[in-house]
């Protein structure tokens, strides 16, 4: 005669117990994985987003761009130049990135055919500048100067790294003329820069010219600040971003996070491990038409 039993002992239950624990667990550690990769990949979007943003913003323009190859020597010629220079920030607030700080802000300026934002009434040929503004401090207060309105209104985030442009119209008087260093011709009101992106770790800007007897495209020695370039052929633009965010995180774990250890026999880098897994590098080169 056979007996049923309806119920469970206490081991089948802790078995069971013990199978649903581990089910729950690895489904939970799933759910957090795939949340971290889409919290991770939506960040990374919006890197590849702003880059486009920016760098097709500069193929237009250097596309419409209007310059004087030869940039004559003539003080009396008026001519349309192309700058590419550099100016310090307060050192004491930079940012340390792979040992190198990041002292040094781009200013790249060109002349082009644009109405964004452009009060031109009859003409839309402005002159344009790009300025990289290198990431610093969190409680720095060296930027304070950038925004609108007269500075009232500053650029958001702008000690993430940010890069804004700000135009100069043909209307105004004066800014037009050969006899002039570079400052002084693209004499711009900052105050008036809109943002076009932030979380810029590197902006780099390098001119091409073509060297007919090696047959080679080559960048030029040293750049002048208060002369236009001349002969340039190409622009070629690198930029490093970090998703929106990072950087605060950056500069309380790893901003000081320099030196190497060696882990299975290669040297290893808290803070390069970091910008690695993070940051993204993009590059593109534009092609001056004389």
Request: charged share 25%.
């Amino acid at each position: 005669m056979k007996i049923s039993r309806k119920n469970f002992t206490l081991f089948e239950l802790l078995i069971s117990t013990a199978l649903l624990i581990i089910v729950l667990v690895v489904l939970l550690k799933v759910l957090a994985m795939t949340g971290d990769y889409w919290h991770y990949s939506n960040k990374q979007s919006d890197v590849y987003v702003d880059q486009k943003v920016l760098f097709d913003l500069l193929e237009e323009e250097f596309s419409n761009q209007i310059y004087d190859y030869s940039n004559s020597d003539d003080e009396k010629k008026i001519f349309a130049p192309l700058s590419i220079s550099t100016f310090s920030n307060n050192a004491a607030d930079a940012l340390n990135i792979n040992g190198n700080e990041l002292k040094n802000g781009t200013m790249l300026c060109l002349v082009t055919h644009t109405r964004r934002d452009s009060e031109a009434e009859y003409s839309d040929i402005c002159k344009v500048g790009y300025i990289y503004y290198p990431p610093v401090a969190a409680n720095s207060n060296v930027y304070n100067n950038i925004g609108k309105n007269g500075g009232d209104d500053y650029v958001p985030r702008r000690n993430d790294g940010v890069i804004v442009r700000v135009l100069l119209d043909e209307d105004s008087p004066g800014k037009f003329t050969g006899n002039q260093t570079m400052s002084d011709y693209f004499d711009f009101d900052y105050t008036l820069a809109k943002e076009v992106i932030s979380g810029v770790v590197k902006f780099e800007v390098q001119p091409l010219k073509f060297n007919s007897s090696s047959n080679k495209f080559e960048t030029p020695d040293a750049l002048d600040n208060n002369a236009g370039l001349k002969e340039v052929r190409a622009i070629k633009v690198t930029m490093t971003m970090l998703p929106d965010g990072h950087f605060d995180e950056f500069r309380n774990e790893y901003q000081e996070e320099l030196d190497c250890q060696v882990h299975g026999g290669k040297d290893w880098c808290a803070q390069q491990d970091f910008l690695h897994k993070h940051a993204r590098t993009f590059s593109r080169t534009y092609w001056i038409k004389p």
